[in-house]
């Protein structure tokens, strides 16, 4: 499930694949924006809440809520898309996919760049599952499946710094600070890390709990960090 800035619209993916946007007016109004299709690996707004991009098994989709009409389609065959970041100050958008990213136009769909896992030195780590870039749009942040957390110039691709945090395989979710100046992730191990500060240095855990973190996310004045898991939040 996303929420669109703004806490106006929900969407979610349903048991047979499809994808309902919920206004939350009073009452809720459903609409189903995509029939049942590929299983959906990821949903996320843009960050003014104009687009949808809807993340699968065997496409990307990019709707307008405006309209509510798709604006363009990405296939990869059988390879998965797994995760999703928006560029909007330069009209970007980036796919996590298979073993690297894609950088594409956001209006037209064209693919600006492929980043394959050879180049992200992280072929031996899974797909990228969580892609954020930072306020100030310089770097992409990369967290794949192995643990591996990679920062990375957003125009070239390079690796600007590298992590594996102690969760490893654990790694659930993570997000930048406000400011740019940190990334936060967190595991199953029910640790929260602060991991960047210009250069990658011993981790600090910022909290603790004997409850597994399976995601995060943070106040816009980074104040509030809300911590979901299994047992409480």
């Known amino acids: 499930a996303a929420i669109a800035p703004g806490a106006r619209v929900l969407a979610i993916a349903t048991r047979d694949d499809a994808v309902e946007l919920i206004d939350l007016a009073d009452p809720p109004v459903v609409t189903r ?13 843009s960050p003014d809440g104009q687009y949808l991009m809807v993340a699968g098994s065997q496409e990307a ?11 363009w ?4 065959g059988r390879v998965r898309f797994d995760s999703v970041a928006f560029d909007l ?3 970007r958008l980036a796919l996590g996919f298979g073993l690297g990213v894609e950088i594409h136009d956001l209006c037209t769909g064209e693919t600006l760049a492929t980043w394959n896992g050879q180049k992200l030195d992280a072929t031996n780590q899974g797909s990228p599952f969580r892609l954020d870039y930072d306020p100030t749009g310089r770097h992409l942040a990369a967290l794949f499946r192995g643990g591996l957390l990679r920062i990375l110039d957003a125009e070239s691709g390079e690796q600007v710094a590298t992590a594996r945090p102690d ?11 406000p400011d740019g100046a940190s990334v936060l992730t967190c595991g199953r191990t029910g640790e929260a890390l602060r991991l960047w500060n210009g250069e990658f240095a011993p981790s600090d855990v910022l909290t603790s709990t004997s409850a597994a973190l399976y995601g995060m996310a943070l106040s816009p004045d980074g104040k509030v960090m809300y911590l979901p898991s299994l047992e409480k939040s």
């Open 33 to 45: 924006l995509i029939e049942g299709a590929s299983p959906v690996r990821a949903l996320r707004f």
């Open 61 to 71: 989709r990019l709707f307008d809520l405006g309209t509510r009409t798709e604006l």
């Open 73 to 76: 389609s990405r296939s990869k």
């Open 89 to 91: 100050a330069r009209g």
């Open 167 to 177: 969760l490893g395989w654990m790694t659930s979710d993570m997000a930048w600070a």
